[in-house]
């Protein structure tokens, strides 16, 4: 059997990257190691969520790289968490705590190139990604 050559395959390409992957990393690694995959055209899928403040990064880094990187038309985002609405206080007050200790492990983060991905859908319970 021979070598797969990357280049000519064509398709979706997903990366699922588990928390504890970044945790340890700063804002910036962070922001380059999630920018070179959606670069390379993969979808990321980050088990927990960024901190604000990277988002923010993320989302400043991408507006900056739009004009300058040929092809390249930006990120879409989307965050999917527990709904915790109709949860008795004992149990916010738990996963409050538990977010506070191991981070927010429990939401999902979807980051793939707007070239990509068309439209994101998004309701608290689930993502669509219409892909184009």
Same mark, same amino acid.
């Given at each position: 059997?021979?070598? @797969?050559?990357?280049? &000519?395959?064509?398709?979706l390409?997903?990366?699922v =990257?588990?928390?504890? /992957? #970044?945790?340890?990393?700063? @804002?910036? /690694?962070? #922001?380059? &190691?999630?920018?070179s !995959?959606?670069? +390379?055209?993969? *979808?990321?899928?980050?088990? +927990?969520?960024?901190?604000?403040? /990277?988002?923010? $990064? !993320? *989302?400043?880094?991408?507006?900056?790289?739009v004009?300058? %990187? &040929?092809?390249?038309?930006?990120?879409?985002l989307? #965050?999917?968490?527990?709904?915790?609405r +109709?949860?008795?206080?004992?149990m916010? =007050?738990?996963y +409050?705590?538990?977010?506070? !200790?191991?981070?927010d492990?429990?939401?999902?983060?979807? @980051?793939g190139p707007?070239? %990509?991905i068309?439209? *994101?859908?998004?309701?608290? $319970? &689930?993502? /669509? !990604?219409l892909?184009?």
């Open positions: 059997m021979g070598k @797969i050559d990357n280049s &000519k395959i064509k398709g390409r997903i990366h =990257m588990p928390y504890s /992957e #970044v945790k340890d990393m700063g @804002i910036s /690694e962070r #922001v380059r &190691k999630i920018l !995959l959606i670069l +390379g055209n993969k *979808i990321v899928i980050l088990h +927990g969520r960024l901190r604000p403040e /990277e988002e923010a $990064r !993320l *989302i400043e880094d991408t507006m900056a790289m004009d300058h %990187i &040929k092809n390249f038309k930006g990120i879409e989307a #965050v999917i968490e527990p709904d915790m +109709g949860e008795s206080m004992f916010k =007050m738990k +409050g705590i538990a977010k506070s !200790l191991v981070g492990s429990s939401a999902l983060t979807v @980051i707007a070239s %990509i068309k439209e *994101i859908k998004k309701d608290p $319970r &689930k993502i /669509e !990604l892909l184009s």
